[in-house]
């Protein structure tokens, strides 16, 4: 029996193959400004990252002078391509603006309708004026401090509460030396002594680093926070067993009496830490302890806190050294800058390879939670309810476009 045709010559014809077609490479005109506020001494971008993005089209135009207080040179930025800035008025004619911290009233006057911003938003200091100048301007801004990556995780946070916890340490041991008037005693431990004592109040990445920092140093850590799965996190991330403790106050108080090093690393997302340590409990402390407050971007939370500055970075109250001054990554700006730099480059090339910020917040999503103001909305509902300002969902947005 002859086998029935399925097909006729004519049933199956081939088709084109539908490909995805690249979106247009977009130049960016890249502004960084020299940092003004306060105590900041960090760059966004350093030498070698303006050589890459000049290197793949991209032009930088940087205000003189705004590397030098991380010890870059403006030679360097020149000799990479850059594009040296008298004035801040002529950077911020760039389309693209980077910064550290968010900006000041004068430089929100010199930024341009429709305008791109990455830099910090310090909620904590922030005003509602601030945001609706964003919003009125159409300016698209992202947050350092809602940018995730691929792993769900805030990187630039992260970069930042590393080097504060690893920074804090080393503080602490230079004003328990002879050096700066302190005890004379060497943070750490050696054969046949006691070993240095610390108290680190917080579980999470400041008070990991300095943990892990004491450890390495020989010292004998105890870590108190409210949370047991953090400080079971924290046990399992260093790879020790530490003392580890919840914040009662007749435990803390009891550990506070014996410590020679105190680090207050406690954080919360929004609005201000709270007050963890009396003042009673400070003055039961060993004469010539040291307390390091990286709480105090958030108001501190010892009693006895006050905010100091790097010039002045130390006070003694009842026998106890305090060191209070707010963003300590600033202390080894060098440091910070590059680690912020290596997060911004590639988000960068991400954004001009995707055809621009639009096409990039679309398809991904870690980028896209790091946008707080988008074409006259404000788009971050946490800023919303903070501020009582109007919140529109970025998702709605995008799929009216």
């Not at 032009?59 to 391509?81: C, H, M, P, Q, R």
């Amino acid at each position: 029996m002859a086998k029935k045709k399925i097909f006729s010559s004519f049933g199956i014809l081939p088709k084109e193959e539908m490909l995805e077609v690249k979106p247009n490479f977009k130049q960016l005109q890249i502004g960084i400004p020299k940092e003004s506020s306060f105590q900041e001494n960090r760059v966004s971008l350093t030498p070698d990252s303006v050589g890459l993005l000049i290197a793949n089209g991209h032009s930088v135009i940087i205000e003189k002078g705004a590397g030098e207080a991380s010890n870059f040179l403006d030679k360097e930025y020149t000799d990479k391509g850059a594009e040296l800035a008298y004035s801040k008025e002529e950077v911020f004619k760039a389309n693209f603006i980077l910064k550290i911290e968010p900006p000041t009233k004068e430089e929100l006057k010199l930024m341009q309708n429709g305008q791109e911003l990455i830099s910090a938003v310090q909620m904590s200091t922030q005003t509602s004026d601030y945001f609706k100048t964003l919003i009125k301007k159409n300016i698209t801004a992202f947050g350092f401090e809602f940018i995730k990556d691929q792993q769900n995780k805030l990187p630039i946070v992260r970069s930042m509460s590393e080097i504060a916890g690893n920074t804090a340490i080393l503080i602490a041991g230079e004003y328990l030396s002879n050096t700066n008037k302190g005890k004379g005693l060497m943070l750490g431990g050696i054969s046949g002594l006691k070993p240095t004592s610390v108290v680190v109040i917080g579980a999470g990445t400041v008070g990991e680093y300095a943990c892990c920092t004491s450890l390495g140093l020989g010292a004998s850590v105890i870590v108190f926070d409210d949370s047991v799965t953090k400080l079971r996190r924290l046990q399992n991330n260093i790879n020790h067993r530490v003392s580890t403790s919840t914040l009662q106050p007749k435990a803390l108080g009891k550990a506070l009496k014996r410590a020679d090093v105190v680090i207050a690393a406690l954080q919360v997302g929004n609005g201000k830490v709270p007050c963890i340590v009396s003042e009673e409990m400070v003055s039961k402390m060993k004469k010539g302890s040291v307390v390091v407050d990286v709480s105090i971007d958030q108001g501190g939370c010892f009693e006895t806190s006050e905010v100091t500055s790097h010039k002045n970075p130390t006070f003694i109250k009842h026998g106890v050294v305090h060191y209070c001054v707010p963003n300590i990554a600033s202390r080894v700006s060098r440091t910070a800058s590059m680690a912020i730099s290596n997060i911004l480059t590639p988000i960068l090339l991400r954004i001009s390879e995707e055809g621009g910020l639009e096409n990039t917040i679309r398809k991904h999503e870690c980028l896209r939670n790091g946008v707080y103001t988008f074409h006259g909305n404000l788009t971050n509902e946490v800023l919303s309810k903070n501020f009582n300002i109007p919140f529109v969902d970025l998702d709605l947005i995008m799929a009216e476009r």
